[in-house]
């Protein structure tokens, strides 16, 4: 009777012992931690960016130009150099104020020759008059002819050096300091007198940019400006609005953008930027609350019950650089758990 019963409580004990080496199941429901930062949802008011091609431009532009007209027999510099204010840009000669000055010589001259002649007549009518020869009317005849003839010399001699400078401003010279952009007038070319030789950068670099007339209006001086910095390599991430022309052109307003460490290596770049064209609401949350994973963005939403959950959204940059505006997955209201990775 006995011996039948030591295989059942055989198998009792081993069901209790392998009860006793399973592990326990664990509960459904994590536990939240109160230290962790939480962030309700909110809408905000910030500013709506849009974004535009901007360009590569200097303070202002210096032109090189011709003073006078002829052929432009030298250009002394290329694209690319770098001139310092009052260099050599090119020379200009016109040979017709060559003859011209040729002649003014020649006149000098003559008159010269003229006005030591009446100054010799004078010497002698003087000495003439002091022995009682002469009468003092023929004295101040010769005195009179004697200045007459010095006054055609100086004005001989005014021509002859107005016409010599004349020549000389052949000579092209920098306007200003900076970086030659344009200088495609070959040697050898007819110019005219006030015609551009070279360009030539003149003050700081800085962006330029032309927005449509109604949305310029939200544009003020000392706005933040956010600037791919992918196209600028060196340069800040964000600039300023530093001017506003008040003046409409073909119905676009005209801004300049200060960007700290900007250089003019290259002018004439475009460059991607975002301006502020309006204001509107919309969902900010920092960047410490987002989570990326196998290139999908998450949220961690706590719910009433304090249960929590990953909630996939879609993100757009915000208003910085540590900030992301929700466009949708989250809804206002909603509260948000910091990142494990992001906890402070």
């Known amino acids: 009777m006995i011996r039948p019963l030591i295989p059942a409580a055989l198998t009792a004990a081993a069901l209790a ?28 008011t910030v500013a709506d960016l849009k974004p535009v091609a901007a360009t590569v431009a200097t303070r202002d532009l210096g032109e090189a130009r011709a003073r006078i007209g002829g052929t432009l027999v030298k250009l002394a510099v290329k694209e690319g150099d770098v001139v310092r204010k009052g260099q050599l840009v090119g020379v200009v000669t016109d040979q017709r104020l060559t003859f011209e000055t040729g002649a003014y010589e020649a006149q000098a001259a003559a008159a010269a020759a003229e006005a030591a002649r009446a100054r010799a007549e004078l010497s002698r009518v003087q000495t003439l008059y002091e022995k009682g020869f ?12 004697a200045r007459a003839a010095q006054g055609q010399l100086d004005a001989a001699r005014a021509q002859r050096s107005a016409s010599a400078e004349l020549s000389a401003q052949g000579a092209i010279l920098a306007p200003t300091a900076g970086r030659v952009l344009t200088a495609d007038v070959p040697p050898g070319s007819v110019v005219t007198a006030g015609q551009s030789v070279a360009t030539i950068t003149a003050g700081e670099p800085l962006l330029r940019l032309e927005i449509p007339e109604a949305q310029a209006r939200a544009l003020k001086v000392g706005d933040p400006v956010p600037v791919e910095t992918g196209d600028l390599p060196g340069a800040a991430a964000v600039g300023a609005i530093d001017r506003v022309y008040p003046a409409v052109s073909a119905g676009r307003v005209t801004a300049d953008i200060a960007v700290p460490g900007l ?7 475009r460059v991607r930027v975002r301006v502020k064209v ?12 987002v989570a990326t994973r196998y290139g999908v963005d998450f949220v961690r939403v706590l719910g009433p019950d304090g249960r929590t959950s990953d909630v996939a959204v879609q993100l757009a940059p915000g208003p910085t650089a540590r900030e992301f505006e929700i466009l949708s997955g989250a809804a206002a209201g909603d509260v948000l758990l910091a990142q494990p990775s992001a906890a402070r």
């Open 17 to 44: 012992l392998a009860a006793c080496g399973s592990e326990p199941k664990p509960a459904e429901t994590p536990v939240v931690s109160t230290a962790r930062e939480r962030l309700t949802l909110a809408p905000r």
């Open 134 to 145: 002469y009468a003092k009317a023929r004295l101040e005849q010769a005195q009179a002819q």
């Open 263 to 269: 250089r003019a290596d290259l002018v004439g770049q």
């Open 278 to 289: 309006g204001e509107r609401t919309a969902l900010i949350v920092p960047a410490r609350f």
